[in-house]
């Protein structure tokens, strides 16, 4: 699998840019730039370089780093409540070639419904529609400068200096913790739910009600935290001030997460491990399923320390590897097997079956990093297993007892990616570990 995940990397890691797919058929409807997708696969072959020792002569890292630079140029200049794009928010995608949207533009005008907004300037659609791009994207350029892999001034310091203060700015006007709305008020279009799990039902209570919104996302508050800190680690030579600002934002969103009556944390009655919950919605709600997202967080860190308080990360390790969570001929399931409710279309993102072979990438390298080595082999090990059933870089699956089964969407029939650069480059990182 590492000659497959290599050869979809080289294809889809350039100079200009980072595709989250091919462009192979239907499945080009993620032959684009995205921020969400971008961060991640840089930061998966920057982990990969770092098991090799080899990051200054890494020729994949250079043209990953170089396209996530690339993104950040299309950061927002101003607020603009009809197409989303607010002032230092990276975007969640962005269509150069018209072939790959005009489903999402013209053909969309025709059917009467609203259009996704493309720019007059440059004739690109954009999107903004992610609460963890801005956050994310931040953390991995900062790691890279750490790295000494990136050399950080002018103009991308006043970037990564806007995308703070945009993340601060979400916390404030989300009553302290990263929030977002949906866009039904919009003149554009766009998507309901602003993180990974970006479906429209990909957020249920557990008496499977539609949350209100805003939606506080688990993991995107992990996000925030660590771009927070690197930030402040970053700006503490050039703005000592802002450094106080951002470790003070830091520490209270830490604090509030952890918070047993108003944040995340959860007792799990049926394992009795604590654990976290998957959301807060806008009515207070804690939407307390059990999902990855929690055990995800953990590969947001900095100096070895997470958002989550150091005191249940075990529980949350344990909770996270047991059988309803982790398959170990599959790897880490998006939701427990034995807790719904699921969405009834399919599971593309929560169903008791579904497997996104980047989750578990994610989650090996945050057990890794806290020195539970053993069991990030074996969640990386599963997932690696997985995906070879289908001899591709596959974005998700469904794993029903010994049948490996890959996604399709009930209504349009759109089958998932076979070239996902996610999944290509935690099959990378992956293979380097399993093999180091």
């Not at 806007?162 to 979400?170: D, G, T, V």
């Not at 992990?222 to 050039?238: D, N, P, Q, T, V």
């Not at 539970?372 to 974005?395: D, H, P």
């Amino acid at each position: 699998m590492e000659n497959i995940a290599k050869k979809t990397l080289e294809e889809l890691v350039t100079w200009d840019g980072i595709y989250a797919s091919s462009a192979k058929g239907l499945e080009g409807s993620y032959y684009a730039f995205f921020g969400r997708d971008s961060a991640e696969v840089t930061n998966s072959i920057l982990q990969a370089a770092k098991i090799e020792g080899n990051l200054q002569n890494n020729e994949l890292l250079k043209r990953a780093t170089k396209g996530l630079l690339k993104l950040t140029q299309w950061q927002g200049t101003h607020d603009d409540p009809q197409s989303g794009m607010q002032k230092g928010k990276f975007p969640h995608e962005v269509r150069t070639d018209s072939r790959f949207y005009t489903h999402l533009t013209t053909q969309r005008i025709k059917n009467g419904q609203k259009s996704w907004y493309v720019d007059p300037q440059d004739h690109f659609m954009k999107n903004w529609d992610s609460n963890d791009s801005t956050p994310f994207i931040t953390s991995v350029l900062l790691r890279l400068h750490e790295e000494k892999m990136l050399d950080i001034k002018d103009e991308i310091v006043m970037r990564l200096r806007n995308a703070l203060e945009w993340c601060i700015r979400n916390i404030n006007e989300h009553k302290g913790f990263a929030g977002f709305s949906k866009n039904d008020d919009r003149h554009w279009d766009g998507l309901t739910n602003h993180s990974w799990k970006d479906s429209n039902k990909s957020y249920l209570l557990y008496n499977g009600e539609m949350p209100v919104h805003p939606i506080h996302d688990v993991l995107v508050n992990a996000h925030m935290w660590e771009a927070l800190k690197r930030g402040a680690g970053f700006f503490s030579s050039i703005d000592p001030g802002f450094t106080q600002t951002l470790n003070f934002e830091a520490q209270a969103l830490k604090t509030r997460f952890n918070d047993l009556e108003n944040g995340f944390l959860i007792f799990d009655q049926d394992t009795s491990l604590y654990y976290f919950a998957e959301a807060k919605d806008g009515a207070g709600s804690r939407l307390t399923n059990i999902s990855a997202d929690p055990a995800m967080a953990l590969s947001c860190y900095f100096n070895n320390e997470s958002i989550i308080d150091n005191k249940y990360i075990p529980d949350v390790v344990k909770r996270v590897l047991m059988p309803d969570m982790f398959d170990a001929q599959a790897g880490v399931r998006t939701y427990s097997s034995l807790k719904g409710p699921y969405d009834e279309d399919g599971g593309y993102h929560r169903g008791p079956n579904t497997f996104w072979p980047f989750v578990s990438g994610r989650v090996g390298e945050g057990l890794n990093n806290f020195q539970f080595t053993k069991e990030a082999l074996s969640v990386l090990t599963a997932m690696t297993q997985g995906v070879s059933k289908f001899g591709s870089c596959i974005e998700l699956f469904l794993k029903n007892d010994q049948d490996y089964i890959r996604f399709k969407e009930p209504t349009s029939g759109q089958l998932s990616c076979t070239d996902q650069a996610w999944t290509a480059a935690r099959l990378y990182y992956a293979a380097k570990y399993l093999h180091h």
